[in-house]
């Protein structure tokens, strides 16, 4: 089985209030004649499904086209956060088997969201839980929420502490249809010299091969 948790593109997502919104442009048409389709699009890399690289922030960091890709295909299990609860602390951490997870990513209400409507109130780490993770030398950590901190978060503690402790960051995957548990997660990012982040085609596999 296989599960697409990956945005749709268009010029309908919805971008973080301020960033580069989805546009296409077409520079040939066969509808106008020409020999084939060809299109293009401005975007943020940061728009949709999309991993994040140190870049993003810290100047000496690397770009995404230099972070190991090993982090971005393995294991990894699916959190279904409870309820309403906004908070993904070290508290509610704690509390959850840990024993050979590499990678986890947190299904949230937000995955229930239109992709065309950006909501601010979504659940995040706190800092306690950032540093939770990179003590556990968890490879990624994923959320179907817009980031990984809080919307009115200045400084960003959380996407600075993993990206201390090398742990990759993965935001806007939908999970809305992936039960909880683990699963095989492939999300490469596109080799964008000098780029902060980028969009990913991200899906989960089932570990039973013949699902």
Excluded at 201 to 207: E, G, K, N, P, W
Aim: glycine letters at 8%.
């Amino acid at each position: 089985m296989i599960y697409d948790i990956s945005q749709t593109l268009s010029e309908r997502t919805a971008v973080w209030p301020g960033d580069q919104k989805f546009r296409t442009r077409w520079s040939m048409r066969l509808r106008d004649g020409d020999s084939c389709n060809v299109s293009s699009v401005t975007m943020s890399v940061h728009t949709g499904t999309h991993v994040d690289s140190p870049y993003h922030f810290h100047e000496t960091g690397p770009d995404i086209a230099s972070v190991p890709l090993r982090h971005y295909i393995g294991p990894a299990r699916v959190l279904r956060l409870p309820g309403r609860q906004r908070l993904i602390d070290a508290a509610y951490l704690g509390t959850q088997d840990w024993r050979g997870v590499e990678r986890v990513l947190f299904k949230t209400d937000a995955s229930n969201q239109p992709e065309e409507e950006f909501t601010r109130d979504y659940a995040c780490l706190t800092e306690d839980g950032a540093e939770f993770l990179g003590l556990r030398h968890v490879l990624l950590a994923g959320t179907d929420a817009p980031s990984v901190d809080a919307f009115d978060s200045r400084i960003l503690p959380c996407h600075n502490v993993l990206l201390r402790h090398g742990v990759a960051i993965l935001e806007g995957a939908r999970l809305a249809a992936v039960p909880p548990g683990d699963y095989e997660l492939i999300c490469l990012p596109l080799r964008f010299a000098g780029l902060d982040g980028s969009p990913v085609r991200a899906i989960l596999r089932s570990l039973d091969l013949h699902a």
